[in-house]
């Protein structure tokens, strides 16, 4: 079991940048693959970015792709979202989430573990 909780959403002028965290529970953090999830209102959750155990092998969505980067401090427990050029359209509640094993998957259906999310709002 892991226990996430996301912080560092807020408000921001489009072109800005904010970092999200994702602390999380449990001494077996290091064993999950992490991910960040987004959505926006009227819109289904979509993949951002995911991250394997060790940080080494990460993916992303093609609309965040040279524009987030996601990273992980086992020691801390905690997996990052740092989010740069932010555009209008990047607005939603962003979740990350928790998948057992080393395996990296892009959707949400392999998660299984999920925080309550953070709201991300940018600015035209």
């Known amino acids: 079991q892991v226990q996430l909780v996301e912080s560092g959403g807020g408000l921001v002028q489009a072109g800005g940048s904010l970092r999200l965290s994702c602390a999380a529970s449990?001494?077996?953090?290091?064993?999950?693959?992490m991910g960040w999830f987004r959505q926006a209102p009227g819109k289904e959750r979509e993949f951002i970015a995911v991250?394997?155990?060790?940080?080494?092998?990460?993916a992303y969505a093609d609309s965040v792709k040279g524009r987030f980067t996601i990273s992980r401090d086992n020691a801390k427990n905690t997996v990052y979202l740092q989010m740069n050029s932010l555009k209008p359209e990047d607005t939603a509640i962003y979740y990350c989430a928790a998948r057992p094993g080393p395996v990296i998957r892009t959707g949400a259906e392999n998660f299984g573990f999920w925080g309550q999310g953070t709201r991300v709002t940018v600015s035209s």
């Open positions: 449990g001494r077996t953090f290091s064993s999950y693959a």
């Open positions: 991250i394997n155990w060790s940080g080494g092998n990460t």
